[in-house]
C-alpha cells in the first residue's frame, strides 16, 4: 500500500472514529463530552456537546486522558483474576466520567452531566455499552 492509500485509509477511520462518538453522544442530552483514546492517552477522535464549554483546558485533558489510560493499562493485570473490565465510573463534583475499554486496545472516554439520577444512570450506561458492542 503506497502512501496515498495510506492516507485514504486514516482518514476513512478517522472518519468513522468521528462517527462513533457522534452516535453516542446522542444517546442522551445529559452526555457531555465522547472520545476515543488510546493506550498512551492520545485523543484519536471526540465530540463535545454543542454549546458547552469544556471544564479542562487542553493540558488538563491531555494529563487527564494519560491518566485514565494509565489506569485502564493497570487494571488489566488483574483481568485472569477479576475478569476483564466492563467499565469504570469517576465521580466527581462537577462531572461524571466513564471509561469502557476496547478490544482492539484504547478506551471510549464518556463524561456525563452530575446531575444524572441513578436510575438513568445505570440506563445510560446499558445504552452505552450495547451501541459500543455493536462498533
Not at 486514516?10 to 444517546?27: T, W
Request: glycine fraction near 6%; charge should be neutral.
Amino acid at each position: 500500500m503506497d502512501n496515498k492509500e495510506q492516507n485514504q485509509v486514516a482518514r476513512e477511520e478517522s472518519i468513522r472514529n468521528k462517527e462513533k462518538c457522534h452516535n453516542l453522544l446522542v444517546l442522551s442530552q445529559k452526555i457531555r463530552y465522547v472520545g476515543i483514546i488510546n493506550n498512551f492517552g492520545k485523543t484519536i477522535a471526540g465530540q463535545l456537546r454543542p454549546g458547552l464549554v469544556p471544564l479542562l483546558n487542553v493540558e488538563q485533558a491531555i494529563n487527564e486522558h494519560f491518566i485514565e489510560a494509565t489506569r485502564n493499562q493497570l487494571r488489566k493485570a488483574f483481568d485472569s483474576t477479576l475478569g476483564p473490565t466492563s467499565y469504570t465510573l469517576t465521580v466527581n463534583e462537577k462531572v461524571i466520567t466513564l471509561t469502557f475499554p476496547l478490544q482492539s486496545g484504547g478506551y471510549y472516554y464518556v463524561t456525563l452531566d452530575n446531575d444524572i439520577g441513578k436510575e438513568d444512570l445505570a440506563e445510560l450506561i446499558d445504552s452505552l455499552t450495547q451501541k459500543i458492542r455493536t462498533f
